[in-house]
């Protein structure tokens, strides 16, 4: 399964950049590549970098990925539960009060990056452990129609844009 294949009726257009700026790869694929080169972005930043804000009201390097696992983790969540054939409209969430609220400044970066492995890790096997059907169940999430196959790759381009806005904003 690619990219390309997911269509614009399994996601809310809100995603369309995300599924659209990752082309024609693999699920799985792109898991695993886009962790490593995020990894490999982020890893020997000095702590100055780590908590430096581009501008006032933007987020650290530091919060930007705890962002990172916390989407993860809901919309691995979300997966789960479509997988599952749980109808349960499922809510949003608002983003900026998660980073508000995540301590990820006092933390240690490798903890932060642990943390991260560890989540991606988790996530893969959770989509390995998909059959075909599984990843075209639809659920509701946030008001919009939201395929099993979309949330993994809104995962992955999800990360893709953030590191492009580190390499531009950031480096």
Known sequence: MT????????YNPYYKIYIEDLGNV???EILNTSFEDFLNTVKNLPEQKLTYRY?????TIKELIQHLIDT???MSYRALRFSRNDTTELSGFDENWY???SNANDREIVAILEEFNNLRKTTISLFKSFSNEMLT???LANGSEMSVRALGFIIAGHQL???KVIKEKYL
């Open 3 to 10: 990219a390309h294949q997911i269509g614009e009726n399994e």
């Open 26 to 28: 693999e699920l799985i």
């Open 55 to 59: 501008a006032e009201d933007k987020w």
């Open 72 to 74: 993860e983790r809901i």
């Open 99 to 101: 980073v508000t609220n």
């Open 137 to 139: 169940i639809s659920g």
């Open 161 to 163: 844009h953030h590191l």
